[in-house]
């Protein structure tokens, strides 16, 4: 017994010694705890075991349990919607309602129907609506998504979809405006305003409706005749809210131009809207007219047009439009956060984005859907594309929301009244800097 304990001792302090000596690379508080705790965090690591990360499990993210979702969706992208549903009910086994409602509604809607819980887990937005809604809290950030979404998307539409550095969106859409033309009466597509002048004088008769352009006269298209000459909405590329630039002498000079195109589109303000400007159009009544590709649905199959850049302005200036970014976001008062922000992702794949673009004619905000050749070689957005070359989006800082009244009681001023363009966009840029002022107390 002494001799097989001796034995014991003698073998456990060669291993002592041996293990002090070697493998230690000159460490000296190696201790065996700790030797053991490395063992065992080698044996748990994927690298130690030559296993590469992407065999590494992550965890699949499923909607809450009885997750059901409802969507508001404009009439144009109705179709969109129906077709791509039922593959994400059968990929995730969610159910989806739609509700149509129009979106130049869906952000007034959310401020009244969010925090009564009686809005849509997901809508869609135009991007210059996205900082109010931010501010008031109704949307939630893009954050499960938010590196796919990036890497996906366009550059311009994930700015246009972030506030404050965050991202909300899920960007869906680009698009800004052009010159519809019907081919059947238009034979040779005007470059200039000077030859639309002149193809008036040849089409005209009010006396029987028939005109040979319109366009909605609202800050997003008349945008084309301020900012060419130097006008602008606020300074610093659109963010510096205190700096307006409607009624600088650039702003004076292009809404001159636009009040002395009356004779050529005598449709007053109020007598316009966008189901009169359709319908006169698609009925051979209006030759031209300025629209954007969410459109395009709506005429196809009724009349065959064309898109073309936006005539340039006399002294060769080209007509600037603004462009906006349309996304995809999820209602903060949602009870399935996880399940509507998969929805949202869902709708602005690559696949869903070719659908679309194939269904409702937009041109998608996903980068590889935006290349594909069918949309590059499409005959009637390649007009599109082009102006989106001469635009710039529209500013989406608070003060923008201050904007559109006083502009849009500003154009019915100078268009239908004839009145002093300098003194009403004077008396403009103040209204909104009152506006401005009221909401920052």
């Not at 307006?244 to 007053?268: H, R, T, W």
């Not at 906006?324 to 949602?334: E, L």
């Not at 599109?384 to 559109?404: A, C, D, G, L, R």
Request: with cysteine; hydrophobic share 40%; net charge negative.
């Amino acid at each position: 017994m002494k001799r097989t304990v001796g034995l014991l001792a003698l073998v456990t302090m060669m291993v002592f010694v041996l293990s002090a000596c070697g493998g230690n690379n000159n460490k000296t508080d190696a201790s065996p705890s700790a030797s053991v705790a490395s063992e065992e965090t080698a044996s748990e690591s994927p690298s130690a075991s030559n296993v590469s990360a992407t065999e590494v499990a992550e965890p699949e993210l499923k909607p809450e349990d009885g997750a059901k979702l409802k969507i508001w969706v404009d009439k144009t992208e109705r179709t969109f919607i129906d077709s791509v549903l039922p593959d994400f009910k059968t990929k995730f086994g969610v159910d989806v309602t739609i509700e149509e409602v129009n979106i130049p509604n869906q952000a007034e809607k959310l401020e009244t129907d969010g925090p009564a819980k009686l809005a849509a887990d997901v809508l869609m937005l135009p991007h210059d609506k996205l900082s109010k809604l931010v501010v008031a809290n109704l949307l939630l950030p893009n954050d499960l998504f938010e590196e796919e979404t990036k890497a996906s998307s366009l550059e311009t539409a994930i700015t246009a979809s972030s506030y404050d550095g965050i991202l909300y969106g899920y960007p869906e859409t680009i698009e800004t405006f052009g010159l519809f033309y019907n081919k059947a009466l238009v034979k040779e597509v005007p470059k200039t305003w000077d030859e639309v002048i002149a193809f008036a004088k040849t089409f005209n008769d009010p006396a029987n409706k028939k005109y040979t352009i319109a366009w909605l006269h609202n800050l997003y298209f008349n945008s084309m005749f301020i900012r060419p000459y130097g006008g602008y909405i606020f300074g610093k590329d659109g963010t510096d809210g205190s700096d307006i630039g409607l009624n600088n002498d650039g702003a004076v000079e292009g809404m001159k131009y636009y009040q002395s195109l009356f004779d050529i589109a005598p449709i007053k303000t109020t007598d316009l809207t966008y189901d009169i400007q359709s319908e006169l159009f698609t009925s051979g009544k209006l030759a031209m007219t300025i629209d954007g590709p969410w459109s395009i649905g709506a005429y196809k199959g009724k009349v065959d047009f064309g898109i073309a850049p936006l005539p340039d302005l006399p002294g060769g200036k080209k007509s600037l439009s603004l462009a906006g970014v349309r996304s995809f976001y999820v209602n903060s008062y949602t009870e399935y956060p996880i399940a509507a922000k998969m929805l949202a992702n869902f709708l602005v794949s690559k696949e869903s984005a070719l659908k679309d673009f194939e269904l409702a004619n937009i041109i998608p905000a996903n980068k590889e859907a935006n290349e594909d050749p069918r949309i590059k070689n499409d005959p009637i957005l390649s007009g599109i594309v082009e102006q989106f070359k001469n635009s710039t989006p529209t500013p989406s800082i608070p003060e923008m929301n201050n904007v559109w009244g006083p502009t849009d009681a500003a154009f019915a001023s100078i268009w239908n009244g004839k009145e002093d363009v300098k003194a009403t966009l004077d008396k403009t840029v103040q209204s909104i800097k009152d506006l401005n002022s009221s909401v920052a107390k």
